[in-house]
């Protein structure tokens, strides 16, 4: 069982009736989720929907104004720091270091988390998104594409019982898609809990089992992934 994993039967994330306000702004307004260890589920609405804030409340980045908000078993609005241990989290945005090396940005992940025997997994996540040749090159002179690779290997460095990719794919080339699709399977396959928030409904459906559509803060729609037709995915957005 991966770091932090939950004992039980109990969803790894499960969000109920969850609100965020940032001054008069409501960004989520009553969301419910739950997502289950082992399965990899996909966020999807339009730009200013609600997805990313709500990431970033499951990474305990930013605290729920209302509702109740549980990952690996630990309170979002109350054990932040538990919670933040628990994931691996790749922000939509930023989270780098433009002076920092990727391979300074995973010794600094590893030491804040405390892990031994790193390395050869680092070297290893480097070579698979093809950031092997600039593991010593700051960061502060990378694509948008290399920066999001390096956002995914930051993320899935511990093997974390909760990984939340917020999206991933974004400006990433085909063979970077690919490794990020290989990091989810091997998430599931280990029993982690992965959420991932993306704009492509065919990455979202490849990747992942479960969709949940948010428009307006709110949810609209939870199904089995594969009933969200193209169709049925521009008839929610509407
Ligand atoms: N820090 C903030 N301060 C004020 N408003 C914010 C803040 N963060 C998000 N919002 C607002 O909350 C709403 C939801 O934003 P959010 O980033 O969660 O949407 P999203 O679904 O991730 O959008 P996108 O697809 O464009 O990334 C938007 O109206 C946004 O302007």
């Known amino acids: 069982m991966p770091p932090g994993a939950p004992s039980g039967a109990a969803p790894a994330v499960q969000v109920r009736d969850l609100h965020v306000r940032f001054g008069e702004v409501e ?5 419910d989720l739950s997502a289950e260890a082992g399965r990899a589920t996909a966020l999807l609405g339009r730009n200013g929907a ?8 499951l990474a305990g980045v930013v605290p729920p104004t209302a509702g109740a908000v549980t990952v690996a078993g630990h309170d979002a609005a109350t054990e932040s720091l538990a919670v933040k241990r628990a994931v691996g989290y790749c922000p939509d ?3 780098l270091v433009p002076r920092a090396t990727p391979w300074e940005h995973l010794q600094l992940s590893a030491r804040l988390r ?5 390395e050869a997994r680092g070297r290893d996540l480097l070579e698979r998104f093809e950031l092997g040749d600039v593991a010593h090159r700051v960061v502060g002179g990378f694509s948008h594409g290399m920066s ?3 956002s995914v290997v930051l993320a899935a460095l511990h093997e974390p019982a909760v990984l939340l990719l917020d999206e991933p794919f974004d ?3 085909p063979l970077g898609v690919d490794a990020t699709l290989e990091i989810v399977a091997d998430a599931r396959a280990r029993g982690a809990c992965v959420l991932l928030s993306t704009h492509l409904r065919d990455l979202a459906l490849e990747a992942c089992s479960t969709a949940i559509v948010l428009r307006g803060g709110n949810r609209v729609a939870a199904m089995a992934a594969a009933d969200l ?10």
Do not use: I
């Open 27 to 31: 960004a989520v307004s009553g969301v």
């Open 50 to 57: 609600g997805k990313s804030t709500t990431m970033k409340v």
């Open 93 to 95: 945005v930023g989270g």
């Open 114 to 118: 405390r892990l031994d025997d790193w």
């Open 148 to 150: 999001r690779r390096l």
């Open 171 to 173: 400006g990433v080339d």
């Open 229 to 238: 037709t193209g169709e049925a995915y521009r008839a929610l957005l509407d």
